[in-house]
């Protein structure tokens, strides 16, 4: 049985699906059998930015509707071997999948992978609580903005609500020199406030939509700073201490003790 | 305000409230042990202790005292059904509004509120005032 993970944020457009394609490629890249399904249903985007729009045939409603098998629905990513893609439905209105349809799916995945990375769509809507469902183990993925913090936050307690605790954090498009400056909220700030464990900060690199117009992932590209730090945050995933990458790139290390892995 | 107060409602899950609602200190007080995260809310027609934050975006309504083992930076109303004898006692006071029957304070605009020490809010000649907390009871 593999592990689900769901990732989620409560506001939109932090980084949640970039996240998912890019811990997905990087699980894949070491050897592992990963399969993400896209549950950000009416608004599907995981297939394009892994490049595999043209080849869907059926979709998770399919699935959850019994209209097609699980084996014929998932997709073989094109670059990434042992990387499958469920794609969302992008007419089906969320309310066409109920969370205990989620949770079955789920499972049934897990059988076959050791991997499953649920892409959540924004919001605390059915969308949400079907993304979780199916969950043992939740990313919440922030930017370094009092907004999207309040809505971690929100989530935190809906996940712990659900009985998904320790959820961990992953700190998006995080820009040193602004936290220097003030303008932007640092890592201690953040988990200070939320008070869960930090699975990674990732950089705000241009490099992320340079890669995801051509259907790439920065995760493999050695040379980029938001690659490293998702593979360090893929480490960490599999129970392996990885410090935290040095956000300053002129020297110092963060002071930030509290950094940890899934396992 | 008022009748919100007596109502008791929260936002939080049945059964973590039922969790929390048999935590009593005694029959006027419960204790809630955990953090108030961003859209959860506590109204309670008594005192409330909470060994937690109270995260931005929370709210804790209380027709008696609130007292809160940790940081406050949501909104906090104290003897929200008139008691002006009610206070507000936290780690850390950092509140984004804070009300004590209807008195209503917020922290200024240019100043950064709370030092790194226990603080007391309570009415004093008509006004809400924020002191350190001294353990000697005064007021
Ligand atoms: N670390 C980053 N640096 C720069 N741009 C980023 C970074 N992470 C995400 N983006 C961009 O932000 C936008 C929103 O990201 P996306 O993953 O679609 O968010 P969500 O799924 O949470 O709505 C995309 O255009 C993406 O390319
Ligand atoms: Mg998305």
Excluded: W
């Excluded at chain 1, 985007?45 to 892994?50: E, F, G, M, P």
């Excluded at chain 2, 008022?2 to 929390?20: F, G, R, V, Y």
């Excluded at chain 2, 004590?100 to 304070?105: D, L, N, P």
């Amino acid at each position: 049985m593999g592990e689900v993970i769901v990732v989620t944020s409560g506001k939109g457009g932090v980084g949640k699906t970039t996240t998912t394609a890019n811990l997905g490629v990087g699980l894949a890249a070491l050897g592992h059998k990963v399969a993400l399904i896209d549950a950000d249903i009416g608004l599907r985007n995981l297939d394009v930015l892994l490049g595999l729009e043209n080849r869907i045939v059926y979709d998770l409603t399919d699935v959850t509707g019994g209209r097609c098998r699980l084996k014929q629905a998932l997709i073989k990513d094109k670059h990434c071997e042992g990387l499958h893609l469920l794609p969302a439905s992008q007419t089906k209105d969320k309310t066409a999948v109920s969370p205990e349809e989620m949770k079955k799916l789920c499972q049934d995945v897990a059988q076959e992978f050791e991997y499953v990375i649920v892409d959540c769509p924004a919001g605390i809507e059915q969308g949400f609580r079907n993304a979780i469902a199916g969950a043992d183990k939740a990313i919440v993925v922030t930017t370094p903005e009092v907004a999207a913090v309040r809505d971690a936050d929100r989530i935190i307690g809906l996940l712990e609500a659900a009985e998904l605790r320790n959820p961990k954090l992953v700190i998006n498009r995080f820009r040193y020199k602004m936290v220097q400056q003030k303008d932007m909220m640092s890592i201690e700030d953040i988990i200070d406030i939320l008070a869960v464990d930090l699975l990674g900060v990732v950089p705000e690199d241009e490099q992320v939509v340079v890669s995801t117009n051509k259907g790439e992932s920065v995760v493999q590209d050695e040379r980029s700073r938001s690659g490293q730090a998702f593979r360090n945050i893929v480490q960490r995933i599999k129970g392996e201490a990885v410090p935290l990458m040095n956000l300053n790139q002129n020297g110092m290390l963060s002071k930030l003790r509290r950094i940890i892995g899934l396992k | 305000m008022a009748s919100e107060a007596k109502k008791e409602t929260t936002s939080l899950p049945e059964k973590e409230l039922s969790e929390i609602k048999s935590n009593f200190i005694d029959s006027n007080t419960i204790l809630v042990q955990r953090t108030l995260r961003a859209g959860q809310k506590i109204h309670f027609n008594g005192n409330v202790v909470i060994l937690g934050d109270v995260n931005p975006g929370a709210e804790v309504v209380a027709a008696g005292n609130i007292i809160v083992m940790g940081n406050v930076r949501g909104v906090v109303h104290a003897g929200a059904e008139g008691n002006t004898q009610a206070m507000v006692m936290a780690f850390r006071l950092q509140p984004i509004q804070l009300r004590i029957a209807s008195h209503i304070t917020r922290p200024p605009d240019e100043e950064e509120m709370s030092g790194a020490y226990p603080e007391v809010a309570h009415i004093k000649d008509g006004v809400v005032t924020i002191e350190a907390f001294s353990a000697s009871g005064e007021r």
